[in-house]
Structures are given as C-alpha cells and as structure tokens.
C-alpha cells in the first residue's frame, strides 16, 4: 500500500536503512531486517487486518505482529539506492529503534561490485563480496555463512521430479535476489520522495545462531479470490505440476547447516516445483542431515508441533490460507556429544533441541468478518489440513537407520 503525499524527510540520521533479511529461504517480495529482533516487507491490506484479528490459538504458530513503518527509497550521489524506515511513535514500546550511520548497505557494495548484473545473475556473484560485504555490515555478530555450496556427498540424495541430482558448487543468496528485484522495482516506479507503509514482524529466528530453514507452500490451492484469470490459471497450472497437487505441500526455499563444510546447503522455489512426492520425502530427509549424520532428534519435536497446528487449524471455521507458507526451522548447531553418535551415521541429541513452526504471508488469507468482500467459505481449509496431514506423515516415516 503507497501512501499518496510526499515526506518531510527531516534528519536522516533518524531513519533506519533497511537491509536484506539474510535468513529469506523463499518468497517473491524482500523481506529485510528492521533491527535485530524484527524484519519487515511492503504491506498488504489483507494481511495487515488478518494479523490484527488473529484468533488466539492462532498466535503460538504465528509471528508477532509489532505494527507499521514508513519507508521510502533514497539514491545516494553514487546511484546506491537503499530504503530508509522511519518508526511511529506508537512502535517505540516494541523496536528497537536505534539509529544507525547512514552507512552502505549489504546491497550498495554487492551493488557496486556487480554493477553489469542483470536480475537473474544473484548466481554469479563472487563468494568472497558477499561475505565480506555482510561482515562489515554487521560486525560482531553471529551471521550466515554465505558461501552457500552444495557438499559434494550430500547432494546426491537430492534429485529432481526426473531422478537428476542436485546441482554442485553453486549458492542461492536469495534474500539479495528478491531485495535487488524490489529496489529495481520501486526505483523505476516511484520518485525518492515517496512514502511507502510496511508491515513490522517479529524475527522468528533470531535468537539462533545457524538457523535451518524449509518454507512450505501450503495446501491444494494457490491463488487468491481477488486473482486475474490469468494469475488463477498460473497458479493452478504451478498447483498440478507440484507436488501441491498431490501432497497439499510444496518446497518453496530451505537451508541446511552443514557441520563438515561450517556453510549452508541450499534450494529455492524452482528446485521445489520440480519435485516428485518422492523427491519431496528426500528433500524433507535432507533438511534433518547436516552433511554428517540424520538429527533424529528433530523428528518428535516437529512432529509434535505440526500435529499441535493441525488441531488448531481444523477449528478455524471460514478461514482460506491461500498462497500463506509455514515455516519449519530448528538450531544447527549440534550440542551431542560423541558419545550420541550411532555406529549407522546418525545422533540422538540428549538435549532439547530447538526447534519452531510458524505461519507467515497472509496477503491471500480469507475468513468471515475479513474486510475485503471474498466469498466465505464454510469449515476449514481443507486444502491446508491435507497438506499438514501429508506433512507428518512423511516427517514420522522418514528412514532413520539409513
């Protein structure tokens, strides 16, 4: 939603740039970092209301809703452009909302070493920028490891819906890809002094230090009621050729810490579409391997939220999640002890494990009382639940002793 009026910019020292979220497996529309515990993306009206009237069970397997940011694009004398947020006051009592120098970001340097870069070239871009471009944007913390390369042994349990291995040596810094494609969006549409609203969420995942992370894309149907005929027959055609289609679930991103390499195995929403149900129960057996050995110990804990969600979702009468993704994501970072270790190559963690769903996107999501007159619709999402059945199904049979 764009607010038609200029800004009074005022002191830019009192904004905060916006910076890709580094952690965004999956998803068209960047997600960037607000501050350490918040991440934020251009707001949708539908998404904003469903947030505000969220049923309280609901609210465990949901990011928390922190409010609304004004945002607008400033282009520095150099042609940098970066997207500058400046809080409501009635935000305060949620962010941290601490000034930061009016530094370049991650994007600017990635920016100025690939200034001949086209949209679909992210794959291209040298290892060593982006790390280095990150670190100094963040000194002194704990960040993703953006060498993302495949681990040569792993990646063979990888293959497409025509039984082709997984593509090696390669990376998928796709935060950068979707925040390059918004910048270049909002520059050639709108002037600098534009004012711009987004949505503010909770940073479901940053209170770990290497997360691993599978966006799902749920349930038998995608597209929303407010779709074009045209967007409808895509996104149906995108259903059937999937595995959304067969299973009420599809792979729309993850990252997988590998404990060999001390780097991130990665796949985004095209590797996904290609999937066959097998090849999303190898994808799903990948997401739990860390290069070294199966974490069987993540199997109960996720099992044991997704039935919790389940059981929540079957009493929401009305609600359509079209299009909206679950998050499924847990610590890398392994506390077993050698001692764990079983002589077939996996670990039992004697610790528990961290491990979270969520819910997010909701731009699509319809219900009764919703705003926007959709069609209301009767029982719950049947499309969803067949999805999550599928889901634990799957997760609880998937070969622990191999």
């Not at 055609?237 to 067969?246: D, F, G, H, L």
């Not at 029982?379 to 999550?388: A, C, E, K, Q, V």
């Amino acid at each position: 939603m764009v607010v038609q009026k200029n800004l009074d910019i005022g002191d830019p020292r009192k904004g905060i740039v916006l910076e890709p979220f580094i952690h965004q497996v999956g998803g068209h529309m960047s997600m960037m970092k607000y501050d350490d515990h918040t991440v934020c993306k251009p707001l949708v009206s539908q998404e904003q209301w469903f947030y505000e009237s969220l049923p309280t069970a609901m609210k465990q397997f949901t990011p928390q809703y922190k409010g609304i940011v004004s945002v607008h694009l400033k282009k520095d004398s150099m042609g940098n452009m970066s997207l500058i947020a400046f809080p409501h006051t009635d935000n305060h009592s949620t962010l941290d909302n601490t000034s930061k120098e009016a530094s370049m970001t991650i994007w600017q340097k990635l920016n100025q070493a690939n200034t001949n870069s086209g949209d679909h070239t992210f794959v291209k871009w040298n290892q060593g920028t982006i790390t280095n471009a990150i670190k100094d944007s963040c000194t002194g913390k704990a960040l993703l490891k953006t060498d993302l390369q495949y681990h040569g042994d792993v990646s063979s349990l990888m293959v497409d819906s025509n039984g082709n291995q997984a593509e090696v040596n390669s990376y998928n810094p796709w935060g950068l890809h979707c925040h390059k494609q918004h910048l270049n969006r909002m520059s050639s549409k709108y002037n600098e002094n534009k004012l711009h609203q987004f949505i503010l969420l909770e940073n479901v995942v940053s209170k770990y230090k290497y997360p691993c992370i599978l966006d799902l894309k749920m349930g038998t149907r995608q597209h929303g009621d407010d779709a074009s005929e045209e967007k409808k027959s895509r996104q149906i055609k995108k259903c059937e050729q999937s595995t959304s289609a067969s299973l009420g679930v599809r792979i729309c991103g993850m990252q997988v810490y590998q404990a060999i390499t001390d780097q991130y195995l990665c796949k985004d929403k095209y590797y996904g579409r290609k999937l066959s149900p097998d090849g999303f129960r190898q994808a799903l057996y990948q997401f739990l391997h860390n290069g070294n050995h199966l974490r069987t110990d993540l199997v109960e804990p996720i099992v044991s939220q997704l039935k919790a969600l389940l059981s929540i979702i079957k009493k929401q009468n009305s609600y359509r999640f079209y299009s909206s993704s679950l998050l499924i994501y847990y610590e890398g970072l392994e506390k077993a002890t050698p001692s764990d270790c079983h002589p077939q190559g996996h670990c039992q963690n004697t610790k528990h494990p961290k491990v979270d769903v969520r819910m997010i996107d909701f731009a699509h999501t319809t219900y009764k009382g919703s705003r926007n007159h959709h069609t209301v619709y009767d029982g719950p999402d049947h499309g969803y639940i067949f999805g999550l059945e599928n889901l634990v199904k799957i997760i609880k049979n998937i070969p622990v002793g191999e």
